[in-house]
Every structure is written in C-alpha cells, then in structure tokens.
C-alpha cells in the first residue's frame, strides 16, 4: 500500500509509533500517532470505576493499534438477547449501535469504527471474585505475542447501569464445542475433528509459552463459528474461552497448602486438582483428555452420573470414561491410548502441548493427499473405512445406540461452579463435627 510522507497533523512516516515501529500512513486517513494522540484526548471523557481496569485499556491504546481495547457506553448495545448462563454469570448477544473504534480517520476528521450494526457477546460478570483487571493483562500478554488465533476476540469492557456488573465485549460465536458436535457429529469426518484438536491445541500452547495455565477447559468453553455443506464443515473458526486463566508461577508461589474450594466442571478437573492440589499446565492435558473423548464420541465425559463427591473420588481412583463399545472399531488404538495418557493420575506421564500438537498437525495434510506412510496413518484408515461400513450396513441402529448413549443424569452438571475439594470436604466434616460449621 501507499505510504506518504506526512500526514496533516505534521506526523512522518519516520517517527515511531507503536511499539517503537516506524509510524504507519495511508492515504485512507490512517496515521497511527494520531490515532494514539486522539486517544489519549479522550480518557478524561470515560471511566471504569477502576483504576487498574482503566490503565489497562489506556495502555492498550497507546501500545498497540491491532489488540488495543476500549472503555464501551452500554448506550452502544442494542436488541439485548440472553444466551446462556455460565459459572462467573450471563452471557448475552447484543448488536453494537456505532461499533469499534478501529482508528482516527485524519480525512473525516473522526474516528473510522468496525462491527457498526454487528452482533457481539456480552458477558456480565455477576461473582465479585472475578478479577477483570488480571484477565484483560493476559489476554494482551497473548495476543501481542501469538496474536488472536485459537483464542475468544476482546472488544472491550462495559458496565450494565442497572446491575453495576462489568461486562466483557466479546466476539460472537455461533455454538460452544459441545453443541457444534450434537448438530454435527454424523456429518464430521475425521479430517475435522482433528483440525479442532489442532486449533484448541494451538490455542492452548498460546497459553503455556506464556507460563499460563487455562484451569477451565472443557467443551461448553470452546466457541465455534462454521460454514457447512453436504460433504464437510468449512471455514471453521475455533477460540477459546480464558476466563479463568491463571500465572503458573502465581499458583505455585501462592500454594502454601491445599485448597479447599476449586472452580471447574468436575469430569474435566484433574485427580490432584480434586485433592486440593494446585492447577498446572499438566491439568490442562487433562482436561483436553475430555475434548479428545468428546471429539469422538460427541458425549461429554460422565454423562451418566451424577457429579457429587462419589465421582470425585472415582476420579481419583483412576475411573475414566468408557468409549461405547459400538464406537471402539471407529477409532484407531494410538488415539485412544493418547486420550488415556492425557487422562494419567500421574502429571508427569501425560504428554505436553506441544507433543501433542506435533502428533496431530501432521494428519490433516496426509488424509487430503492419501499419504500412509506409518502406523498412525494405517491404523486411521482402517478406522474409517470401519465407520463407513458401520454407517452404510447399520445405520439406523446406530442412531438408535448413539441416542441411547447420549442419556443424561439429572445430577450432571456441566457449568464450571465452585466446588469443594476432597481435601475441603475432609476440612468442612471436621469443622461440623467440632461445632465450628453448621450442617447443611
């Protein structure tokens, strides 16, 4: 494109801009020191209500054009629709009224806005031990290093004026993992399904490169957008969720004993997590162990039990879930012997991200060009050609299995809550005992 040498503020294009880059102009009335000086104008015109919130967003705006977010008036949001209901609160759709500031147009003399008139999420935050402030540095902290692949897109921040609850602006998305995979799974070859495996894993390498740890990965936190025909599912866009994402080091330095109370769905928590230990990226591995099961059985881990601290201790007894067995000849015996390594009651055995990511990468590529050149590939088509035979000579009971299968326990519970740990339930009977805690 273009660039000119000044534009009418008196800019160069050979002074420094963001992140001490040479500052960009364009012809389109794009100049990046005007876009940092008019928004620095402008933070005395809003504010939070919390400090650290607002020095956030003002240093992601005189930092970095591309990931900079913003203080949102809840005036801009309009057609207010209620999505879901999730462990920290409400997840709503919205449609923004004047959109995304994206930069100072210096020929219009105003701000140049993106998404006017589209739809975003909401997420109001509704558990005042939710830490916004430490989620928006991550979130930065990421993006500027891996940039905004693989995990959910941040607007911006807002405030509902009737509730006083902030409001995370988030993109859009058209279904969670568990949902994508109920509407979807009989149409899902497997070239798919280990393209999702790669993009959460990228996503979830993201994270680990930067000493963070995900503590809440499961498929209701997974959030898909997708085109679909007769043959495949196309363009598929895949992020995930980090509302509970954590410094490594900070667990560790801040673990001087057990916890008590952990936050999580119970069949994605690791065993040692569930005895009060503390959450490490090998956690993370565990809980992918669930996507993976997820991915090929399009049940979620459990489902047909209640999650109360009888299953809390099956966990840690090394219960895993079973595969059904009218699936078993669909899926190769390295996923599957994977999937369990992920699930290991031992951190150190289970393999890390990038291993995994490695393994899979690969495979995509080879099914579209008919590479089989290894055990992993031969043992994969003759999975498929199983699953064919399977869909072609058996398909009405197998519809009949798979909805059979797909039964649910009243008692399951899928919604990251808080929940007391063996080690807390061990504390709380003391306490009853000794008069301290009242019996529930």
Known sequence: MFRRE??????????????????????????????????????????????????????????????????IPYDNFQNIKHIADGGYGSVYSAMLRKGIKSYWDFNQQDWKCNLVNDNIAL????????NISEILKMYIMIVREHGPNSIIK??????????????????????????????NYWYLRWKTKLNLLVSMLEGLESFHDKDLVNCDLHSGNVLINHVFNSYDLKNIILAIDFDSCKLENDLILNFDHKNNEIYGSIPYIPPGVLRGNKFTREGDIYSFGGIMYEIVTAQQPFADQAHDTYLMIDICNDVRPRVPDFML??????????MNQCWSGDPSKRPTVTELYDIFDVIPDKLIDNIVDDKIMRRLKRAIENEKKAFKYQKQELYELFSYSRKSHPQSCYISRRIHTLHGLHDLLDDTKSGKSPVQ
């Open 6 to 71: 000044y534009c009418p503020a008196g800019h160069s294009s050979d002074d420094l801009g963001y992140y001490n880059d040479k500052n960009y102009i364009s012809p389109s009335g794009l100049c990046c020191l005007c876009t940092k000086e008019h928004s620095i104008q402008e933070f005395s015109n809003w504010s939070s209500g919390d400090v650290n919130v607002d020095k956030i967003i003002q240093e992601s705006q005189i930092t970095d054009l591309s990931y900079m977010i913003e203080w």
């Open 123 to 130: 997420k109001e935050i509704k558990d005042s031990r939710y």
């Open 154 to 183: 941040y607007y911006g921040i807002s405030k509902n004026p009737s509730t006083q609850n902030y409001i995370l602006v988030e993109a859009l998305f058209d279904n969670n993992l568990y949902n994508f995979l109920t509407k």
């Open 329 to 338: 000849n669909w899926i190769p015996k390295w996923y599957l012997i994977l």
